[in-house]
């Protein structure tokens, strides 16, 4: 068996809706007309009960398919937008992903290239024989309106599997440089990004800075710069990539798609989720540079092996699971850019004790039911007394995870009384395969899609928000597979 040291699986998550630039541009163009230019294409933006923490969830999902869960000895999320300042956020994936409690958890933050810096301990760490680290960046910007920033970002998450074995891409080494170049800032505590003059940013940054440590990465590792069958740049800047190549001597075929055009630049997730679009095309031998940026440089070089995976979503499948979307003044109110009146029921206390979030943990965070070990009867939640009509054994029901299972309507209902973010409110009672039933909001969905008999797929959402408090309440919610 190889022990080579590289990635063992990938994954990414992509939110399904597109916001359509030209609709931004329509509402802001009599304050920011100069805004004009990047009012092409599309980017994606999470659905409000989506955050940092559930893409990431997403995407390790995505990553862990056809991977036995219990090799995980690692998990870290990297992100300059973590949910949580004083929680671990990584630790909530782990939950989600009902992994074995000895698993070790990190958060990586403070730069644009946190996902790439996290990267390389996770791969220095695998050099040196340990257990595989699920390795996860996601980012969900907050931009002020009738901003540069607000046309270009957009939300995404990905997540690699380091490791030693059979790898899909061989780690060949890493460079970095560290320094305090502040093209952009945000302060503890603040919501938007300040951001320096764009030329300025690009000439003696983005430019300057990585072409140096491209041409030294490549030389410490003895890679050719014409050898690079794949480079990753992940500015979505027009001409910055082609331009840095150039520099480099990477031949421009070799420049790998930004996804400005369809996803925007997902920040710290970027990185990340252009390495899997790039290992979803690869070949066996081809050689792929990774560029992180932020205060200072990352490189990393990887050369593909050929090595073929179980189907999954990744990039690609995101993608193509696009909704386009121009209801602007929806996603701002989404974002909390826009104070709409909610009404009295939306004054509900949404207060989540710890105590009880401790003990059913299993079951909210990682939707795992029961299984009753004489009847093989089904259910969720969990109980000391079976639900099966014809025997309430006692004490006879084991952990079964319920979130990888597919399910389908029974019943269902579209509220428009009660309060939700993004009204009708759809939820229904669901069945899963193999058995189980249980009550589930449906999310990511339009009233066509809503019937009696669709088959749906368990996702990890908000829940709500805890305003008085600033906690987020999780759960799973149902999606109609498409």
């Known amino acids: 068996m190889s022990t080579d040291t590289g990635i063992l699986s990938f994954g990414a998550y992509i939110p399904r809706k597109r916001l359509q630039r030209a609709a931004i541009h329509a509402t802001n163009k009599w304050f920011a007309g100069g805004l004009g230019g990047l009012a092409k294409g599309e980017k994606a933006i999470a659905n409000w ?3 940092t923490i559930t893409m990431a969830v997403e995407a390790a999902r995505d990553a862990l398919e056809g991977v036995d869960r219990a090799t995980v000895g690692t998990v870290t999320l990297a992100s300059t937008t973590h949910p949580f300042a004083d929680r671990s956020n990584a630790g909530v994936v782990k939950e989600a992903l009902t992994l074995a409690d000895a698993t070790a958890v990190g958060d990586h933050n403070g730069s644009m290239r946190a996902g790439t810096s996290a990267l390389i301990q996770a791969l220095a760490a695998a050099k040196g024989g340990a257990a595989p680290t699920l390795a996860i960046a996601s980012e969900l910007r907050l931009s002020k309106p009738a901003s540069e920033a607000e046309m270009v970002q957009g939300d995404a998450a990905a997540a690699l599997l380091v490791g030693q074995g059979e790898v899909v891409a061989r780690f060949l080494g890493s460079h970095s440089t560290s320094i305090d170049f502040v093209d ?3 302060a503890t505590g603040e919501d938007f990004d300040y951001t320096w003059e764009s030329r300025w940013i690009r ?17 410490k590792l003895g890679v050719a710069p014409g050898d690079v069958a794949r480079f990753i740049m992940p500015i979505t800047l027009k001409g910055v990539a ?3 190549a150039k520099k480099a001597g990477i031949k421009p075929e070799a420049v790998a798609d930004t996804l400005g055009a369809t996803v925007g630049d997902s ?5 990340l ?7 979803e095309t690869a070949a066996e031998g081809d050689r792929i540079v990774v560029t992180g940026f932020g205060q200072g440089v990352d490189v990393l070089v990887f050369e593909a092996t050929g090595k073929a995976l179980s189907p999954r979503r990744g990039v690609a499948g995101s993608l193509a699971r696009r909704a386009a979307d121009e209801n602007y003044a929806r996603w701002l109110f989404h974002r909390g850019n826009l104070a709409l009146d909610r009404g009295m029921r939306a004054e509900i206390d949404e207060k989540q004790p710890g105590t009880t979030l401790y003990r059913n943990r299993k079951a909210v965070l990682g939707l795992v039911g029961g299984r009753c070990t004489k009847t093989g009867t089904v259910q969720f939640p969990k109980s000391d007394i079976s639900v099966n009509p014809n025997d309430h054994a006692a004490h006879t029901q084991e952990d079964y995870p319920l979130a990888e299972k597919r399910a389908r309507i029974v019943t269902y209902t579209a509220d428009s009384l009660t309060y939700s973010p993004a009204p009708p409110s759809y939820y229904g009672l669901i069945d899963f395969e193999g058995g189980g039933r249980m009550m589930a909001e449906i999310t990511d969905c339009d009233a066509s899609e809503v019937e009696v ?3 749906l797929t368990m996702m990890f959402r908000i829940k709500a928000f805890d305003e008085r408090r600033d906690f987020i309440k999780y759960f799973w919610k149902a999606v109609p597979v498409r």
Do not use: M, N, Q
């Open 184 to 186: 952009h800032f945000r």
């Open 49 to 51: 009960d989506e955050d």
């Open 203 to 219: 000439d003696e940054g983005y430019t300057a800075l990585t072409v140096a440590a491209v041409k030294e990465g490549l030389a």
């Open 453 to 455: 008999g669709r088959e």
């Open 273 to 279: 989720l252009l390495l899997v679009a790039a290992l």
């Open 267 to 271: 920040g710290v997730a970027h990185p």
């Open 242 to 244: 082609d331009g840095i």
